[in-house]
Every structure is written in structure tokens, then in C-alpha cells.
């Protein structure tokens, strides 16, 4: 009779077939960011998108509006002379810096990780990019700048420049690098975070797969390609969406959209400007984000 | 016998001892090869931030007579003392690190939560929403900020407050609607915090959850006491980045919050202060005892306060990592998981 009791008053959370109860808290776990995401993120975009349509000239105390089609857009992409120039722009800055990043990141990500003398003094230093990239000290220190120009007099470039000329290298290329090297101090301020993001993912990597390998006789190279590589790859996709928002973020086009927004007061084409951007940004993390995914290896497909 | 075997014993050991130079010859060029870089690039880091306490430490008459580029002539804490107070340290300081800390921790765990279920349960639409959290990491903030500043100053939910209060709710100017946006993933990059938590998630065998389930463990038991400690390197990381950011932030807070908050928090401050220095050191003095004298025209001397106030709000972020990063190898060396 007791236990009858009991099992009546359970009632209907006990009664759930268990993949249901994961449904159910599943969906508990979503419900805050879901709330978030379409009240302050899904409403202000559609708002956006909206704000396009319309000439919006400033009132006392609101707006107001003027239905006036998809002219906005024919604005920015035809008759704005620096639209076009700095969505290219942004492009050839994403294509450029974005494999650079990664490469480097990954690269002091795995230098950082592992067991050597002073790695605490390290791993705090290599920390101090993202306090710097963050902007907190955007403040006009003359320092900052003696560091960028310290770095450019720090690498000898004419020697490279030298090497680079004899080696065949094409010129393209060779510019790549030598704007590499030369700029390697805000390179490394901009991959700070994907190096965080990098040394967690090679902290998560069991040791008993190193382990194995040791014990088979792999090689370093062969450890690297068959373990950390796909291990980290989950990884390198969030590292690559978020060095491509970075990238289309700082570009110089947004600078523009908030001039035309703010300082002109034209916030009709400004939204429209930004809607066109951020479909061209969508597009490229899309493709990327598809292309990466079809390598990274996840344990559970 | 005893010959025969020290001579096969030789040979081995000959052999040995040739592997364990060639060895160790590798693994000295690896650690100078580590080191070296690792030195070069800390130094290039470490430049800026040393340059900027080194003009806070010089003594201020002798700003601008620096013949050397690492050694200030003359130290003295005149400049650090005038940054104390200027940004009122300890109160900013307390309240930046409290108000972050909340903001950190709620992004953290609504990010640990949200990132489960897009990691773990499939169900119809999923990617779609998956995919708003990369749009919300790619979109800039700027670009949907006047959007969002409209959407706050009449929040609504499909007009049901407005049919409640008779009219819309005014987020702006609240701390709550900050801790608001972070609580729903919405606040500083907290797109980027679900998708970091959601590849370590799916890094994880699923066994390991299976076995709970028929060891009886339920489904919050399972995740708080089997999923969130093996992914702990990860959460840490998530929760600093979002402090970093957070204590930064000038974007959200300036946008949101009360002036009372505003007044407070270090990163604004700095910004703030970097512009009226000159005022900023006169109205210091006219509150100091005139026996203690200081010097406002000199914009070198401007400058060497302003880069020890810069100093002293990053201070603590660069402590705090200091701390954290030892719990990063602690946190794995915990868990004994397999792969499978």
C-alpha cells in the first residue's frame, strides 16, 4: 500500500520515458538564451532590415518615417562612391588575415601548452593580447605606438626583404609575409583569443592518446596530424567564425556605416548599408563554416 | 657465461645511450627552439604594457628626459598616487570586479546550459537555431545598435505589458537590463561563449553519458556531476574571456546602464578621464592640502598620470589570469577520460 502511495505521488515528471525528460530539460536549458535571442537580438535585426525601407529623418522626441523602397540599398551600391571599395576591401582583409591567424594562434597555442620551465610567466604574458585587443587601453598612449614602430625596427626586414627577392617567391606572396612579420605585434594582439581558445582545446586532449602513439612509435609529425589535429579541429572551426567576425568587425567599412548612421544622421542608408554587409559576412562565414566542418572530427557522428 | 652477457648487456646499453643523446640533443632544440620564440613574441607583448608603467613610475620633472628606454631616470609614485584617486580606486575597483563577476557568471551558465542542448539533443529546427547564435557572434554590435537602443527604451513582449501598464517598459538606464542581456546569452560576444561550450561538449564521447544513465544517474545529474567537470579547461575559459570582455566593455554599460554605474566602472573612467586630464588633476588639488603641490599644464605630465591610470585598470585582469591559469592544468589532470 505504501509504495502505491509513493507511486502515485511521483506523478507525471516520473512517468516521462527518459528521452523525454531530456527533451523537457533540454528545452529548460534553452529557454533563457531564447529569450534573449529574440527579443534582443532577432526583434532589433528584423527592426533593422526594417529601418532600410524607410527615409528616417529626426523629430522631436522620434522619428520620422518615409516608405521609400529598396532605394536605400540602390543608394549604397550605386550611387555611394566608397560602399563597393570597402566591402572589396573587407574581403581582401578577411582572405588575408583570417588562415594567418589561425596558423599563428594554433602554432603558440601548442608552444604555450605542455610541460616546461616558466610556463605560469608565459601563459600570463601571452594573455595580455586579448586585454589589449579588448581596446580598454585605446586610451592615445604614445607608448602603444613606440611598441608597434619597437616591433617594426625589432625584425630587420631589409635582410628579408633581401631573402625573399633571391628566393623566387612571387611578389604577391612575398608582400603577404613581409606585412606579416613586420606587423607580427598587432597579428599576435588579434589571434589572442583564438590562442586561449586553442590552449583549453589541447588541455582537453586526453594524455593516454599521446600515450599510445608514444607506444606505437609515432613520430612528432604523425602525433600532430592523427591526434592533436583532429582532436583541436572543433576547435579551429569557432576560432575561424570568430576571427572572421573580428575581421569584417574592425574593417574600415564600419567606420563608414557609422558615419553615414550617426554623424550624417542618415539612418535609413546606414541600415541599409549595414543589412548589406551583413549579408555579404553571413555568405562568407557560411561557406567557410561548411567547407571546414566537412573535416572536423566530433565523437559522436 | 658472465663475459657473454656483459658483452650483450654492453651492446644495449651502447645502443642505448645513443638513442637517449639523440634524444636529448632533439629535445634541447625543441626547448631552445620553444623558448626563443616564446621569449621574442612575450617580449614584443610585454613592451607596451612596461613602457606604460615605466612613464607612470618616472618621477614627473623628469618626463620626456628619458635617455634610455627601459630605465626611468628618477622613479617616484607621484603619478600612481594622483591616478589612485583620481579614478577612486578602490570604489571603482570593487565595484568593476563585483558588477563583472555577476555579469561572467551569468553568461557563463546560461552559455553552459544553451550550448548542451544544441551539443547533445536534435530536434527540428535545431540548426536553425544554431545558426542565429553564429549570426548573433558575426552581426557587430554597432550595427544593430540603434535597433536595439529603440527595442529597450520600449521593451515590450508582443504588446502584453503595454496592455498591463498602459505602457511600454524603459530598459534604459537600469543595471538589471544589463544583467538581463547577459543572463539570456545576449550580453558582450555571448554568441561566442555557446559555440566554444558546444564543440567541447561534442568532444565528449557519448558513452560516458550513457553509462550515468544506466548507472542511474538522471539527466541534471548527469550533467552537473559527469558533463561539466569534463569540459571544465573549457568553461574556465569561457568565464575569463567574458570577465576580460565585460570589465572592458564600455559598449553595453554606456548604453544601458544608470549614471551611478557609469561613474564607476574603471573602463569608462579611463576612457573618460583621458580627455580632461588637465581638469582631472586640478580638481584633485583643490581637494588636497596646499602644502601637497601638483602639476597640471605640463602635458607630459598628463600623459605619465593617464598611462598609470591605464596601468591600474589592467592590473587586475593580468592578477586575476595569473591565478586562474593554474587551475587550467589542474582541470584535466582531474578527469581520467579515455578516448574511446
Given amino acids: ?301 | 657465461m658472465t663475459t657473454k652477457k656483459q658483452i650483450k648487456n654492453n651492446s644495449t646499453a651502447q645502443r642505448l645511450s645513443r638513442y637517449a643523446v639523440r634524444k636529448k640533443t632533439m629535445n634541447a632544440l625543441g626547448l631552445i627552439f620553444r623558448y626563443t620564440i616564446l621569449i621574442c613574441i612575450g617580449f614584443l607583448i610585454i613592451t607596451p604594457i612596461y613602457q606604460t608603467f615605466k612613464e607612470g613610475i618616472t618621477e614627473q620633472s623628469m618626463l620626456g628626459f628619458s635617455n634610455s628606454a627601459w630605465v626611468p631616470p628618477a622613479t617616484s609614485m607621484q603619478s600612481f598616487l594622483e591616478a589612485y584617486l583620481i579614478l577612486d580606486y578602490p570604489k571603482g575597483l570593487l565595484f568593476s570586479i563585483l558588477n563583472t563577476l555577476v555579469l561572467a557568471l551569468l553568461q557563463t551558465a546560461c552559455a553552459a546550459l544553451a550550448a548542451y542542448t544544441f551539443a547533445r539533443l536534435k530536434f527540428k529546427g535545431s540548426s536553425i537555431l544554431f545558426a542565429i547564435v553564429i549570426f548573433s557572434i558575426i552581426v557587430p554590435s554597432q550595427s544593430i545598435m540603434l535597433a536595439q537602443y529603440i527595442s529597450f527604451k520600449n521593451f515590450d513582449i508582443f504588446g502584453l505589458i503595454k496592455l498591463i501598464r498602459g505602457e511600454p517598459l524603459n530598459l534604459i538606464g537600469s543595471t538589471f537590463s544589463v544583467y538581463l542581456l547577459a543572463a539570456t546569452g545576449m550580453g558582450v560576444k555571448g554568441g561566442l561563449y555557446i559555440y566554444i561550450l558546444r564543440q567541447s561538449y561534442r568532444q565528449l564521447p557519448v558513452s560516458i553519458e550513457e553509462a550515468a544513465y544506466v548507472d542511474g544517474a538522471g539527466f541534471l545529474k548527469t550533467f552537473f556531476h559527469i558533463v561539466l567537470p569534463e569540459v571544465s579547461a573549457s568553461l574556465l575559459t569561457v568565464s575569463v574571456l567574458s570577465f576580460v570582455w565585460n570589465y572592458s566593455d564600455r559598449y553595453l554599460i554606456s548604453l544601458l546602464m544608470g549614471n551611478k554605474a557609469r561613474g564607476l566602472q574603471l573602463s569608462l573612467l579611463l576612457s573618460d578621464v583621458q580627455g580632461r586630464m588637465r581638469w582631472a588633476i586640478q580638481d584633485l588639488q583643490s581637494k588636497m592640502p596646499a602644502t601637497y603641490v601638483m602639476n597640471w599644464e605640463s602635458p607630459l605630465i598628463q600623459k605619465g598620470v593617464l598611462s598609470a591610470c591605464a596601468f591600474l585598470v589592467i592590473l587586475p585582469l593580468i592578477i586575476l589570469y595569473f591565478f586562474v591559469q593554474k587551475k587550467f592544468i589542474q582541470g584535466v589532470e582531474r578527469s581520467g577520460l579515455g578516448g574511446d
Avoid at chain 1, 505504501?2 to 512517468?15: I, L
Avoid at chain 1, 613581409?178 to 598587432?186: A, G, R
Wanted: proline share 3%; net charge positive; aromatic share 16%.
Fill in chain 1, 1 to 301: 500500500m505504501k509504495d502505491n502511495t509513493k507511486a502515485v505521488k511521483k506523478g507525471w515528471y516520473a512517468r516521462l520515458s527518459y528521452p523525454k525528460k531530456r527533451g523537457l530539460w533540454g528545452f529548460i536549458f534553452l529557454v533563457p538564451w531564447l529569450i534573449g535571442a529574440i527579443f534582443f537580438f532577432m526583434v532589433p535585426l528584423v527592426q533593422t532590415f526594417y529601418y532600410s525601407l524607410f527615409q528616417m529623418d529626426l523629430k522631436l522626441g522620434g522619428f520620422d518615417y518615409t516608405f521609400i523602397r529598396l532605394d536605400n540599398f540602390i543608394n549604397a551600391l550605386t550611387v555611394n562612391t566608397d560602399f563597393n571599395t570597402y566591402v572589396l576591401e573587407a574581403l581582401k582583409d578577411f582572405a588575408i588575415n583570417v588562415p594567418i591567424q589561425i596558423f599563428v594562434s594554433l602554432f603558440v597555442a601548442m608552444l604555450l601548452n605542455g610541460e616546461y620551465k616558466g610556463r605560469g610567466f608565459f601563459r600570463v604574458i601571452f594573455f595580455i593580447p586579448i586585454i589589449l585587443a579588448t581596446g580598454i587601453t585605446d586610451v592615445k598612449l604614445a607608448t602603444y605606438t613606440v611598441a608597434k614602430q619597437g616591433s617594426q625596427n625589432f625584425v630587420n626586414v631589409d635582410f628579408l626583404i633581401q631573402v625573399f627577392t633571391t628566393s623566387g617567391i612571387p611578389q604577391s606572396a612575398m608582400s603577404t609575409i613581409l606585412q606579416t612579420v613586420t606587423n607580427i605585434f598587432s597579428v599576435i594582439t588579434k589571434a589572442g583569443v583564438q590562442m586561449i581558445i586553442f590552449l583549453a582545446g589541447l588541455q582537453s586532449i586526453s594524455p593516454q592518446l599521446y600515450e599510445v602513439a608514444k607506444m606505437e612509435g609515432c613520430t612528432k609529425f604523425e602525433v600532430f596530424c592523427k591526434i592533436t589535429l583532429p582532436m583541436i579541429s572543433p576547435m579551429i572551426l569557432v576560432c575561424m567564425v570568430y576571427s572572421i567576425a573580428d575581421s569584417f568587425a574592425g574593417a574600415t567599412i564600419t567606420t563608414l556605416i557609422n558615419q553615414t548612421t550617426f554623424t550624417n544622421g542618415n539612418y535609413g542608408l546606414g541600415a541599409a548599408m549595414s543589412g548589406l554587409y551583413f549579408v555579404v559576412t553571413v555568405g562568407v562565414t557560411l561557406i567557410c563554416t561548411f567547407i571546414v566542418s566537412k573535416v572536423v572530427f566530433y565523437y559522436d557522428n
